[in-house]
């Protein structure tokens, strides 16, 4: 069984808390936090307050997915009861053993993520010491792009390394993620698939978390 984390990104801003309990509610495990810095990636979206201004409500837990330089910076700010990951890229820090003990330090899961031009074997020193590798299965910056099909080798490349070598993380994948590709990235090792536009984009989230949730069953 495959989890889904609805990325806020593609949600109605105006009524963010209606829409992350409506994901919620029907089997979403994780909302998807999409923090972007307009340097890191060509877009800015929301920071720490956005993101703490759904701790009243009744949600899943956070996911909380870094596209900025210099993280170690914020990570503290997105610390709450609900966050259970932070994912920096490794793109984005050069000293990434560092970042990762950083967000471990505040009793939050560490997870690294990739970008589409970066190779799994960028990661090889670090695996053992990550709760969750990311594969952007789209340049990061945006919803509603394309899916990248390289990003399946990148997810069974994962999966083997982890079976051979005994490490602990879970795979997630993000970007271009649909009901049509949904079942082959599980069948390629994922664990956890994010998905922004084809959840919020329908005509009821809700509705689509539980399509979604059928399919990865
Ligand atoms: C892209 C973000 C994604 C994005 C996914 O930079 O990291 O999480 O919201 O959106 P979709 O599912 O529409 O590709
Ligand atoms: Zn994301």
Same mark, same amino acid.
């Given at each position: 069984? #495959?989890?889904?984390?609805?990325?806020?990104?593609?949600?109605?801003?105006?009524?963010?808390?209606?829409?992350?309990?409506?994901?919620?509610? &029907?089997?979403?495990?994780?909302?998807?936090?999409?923090?972007?810095?307009?340097?890191?990636?060509? !877009?800015?979206?929301?920071?720490?307050?956005?993101?703490?201004?759904?701790?009243?409500?009744?949600? #899943?837990?956070?996911?909380?997915?870094?596209?900025?330089?210099?993280?170690?910076?914020?990570?503290?700010?997105?610390?709450?009861?609900?966050?259970?990951?932070?994912?920096?890229?490794?793109?984005?820090?050069?000293?990434?053993?560092?970042?990762?003990?950083?967000?471990?330090?505040?009793?939050?899961?560490?997870?690294?993520?990739? !970008?589409p031009?970066?190779?799994?074997?960028?990661?090889?020193?670090?695996?053992?010491?990550?709760?969750?590798?990311?594969?952007?299965s789209? !340049?990061?910056?945006?919803?509603?792009?394309s899916f990248i099909p390289a990003s399946y080798d990148k997810?069974?490349?994962?999966?083997?390394?982890?079976?051979?070598?005994?490490?602990?993380?879970?795979?997630?994948?993000?970007?271009g993620? &649909?009901?049509?590709n949904?079942?082959m990235?599980?069948?390629?090792?994922?664990?956890?698939?994010? #998905?922004?536009?084809?959840?919020?984009?329908?005509?009821?989230?809700?509705?689509?978390?539980?399509?979604?949730?059928?399919?990865?069953?």
């Amino acid at each position: 069984m #495959a989890k889904l984390a609805p990325s806020l990104l593609s949600a109605d801003f105006a009524r963010l808390g209606e829409d992350a309990v409506k994901v919620s509610e &029907n089997g979403a495990a994780y909302l998807h936090i999409d923090v972007m810095d307009g340097h890191f990636v060509p !877009n800015i979206s929301f920071g720490a307050g956005v993101m703490k201004s759904l701790d009243g409500y009744e949600t #899943a837990p956070y996911d909380v997915h870094l596209m900025i330089e210099e993280p170690d910076r914020y990570i503290g700010d997105f610390v709450t009861d609900k966050t259970e990951y932070i994912v920096v890229h490794q793109e984005a820090c050069v000293h990434l053993h560092r970042t990762i003990q950083l967000i471990r330090s505040h009793g939050v899961k560490a997870g690294v993520a990739i !970008n589409p031009a970066t190779p799994v074997s960028a990661l090889q020193c670090i695996l053992p010491d990550c709760d969750l590798i990311l594969v952007m299965s789209v !340049n990061p910056g945006f919803g509603g792009q394309s899916f990248i099909p390289a990003s399946y080798d990148k997810i069974r490349e994962l999966a083997k390394i982890r079976e051979e070598k005994a490490c602990g993380y879970v795979i997630e994948v993000d970007g271009g993620v &649909n009901l049509e590709n949904a079942v082959m990235l599980k069948d390629a090792g994922c664990d956890i698939l994010v #998905a922004g536009s084809a959840v919020f984009g329908a005509e009821d989230a809700g509705e689509r978390v539980r399509e979604f949730m059928k399919v990865l069953k």
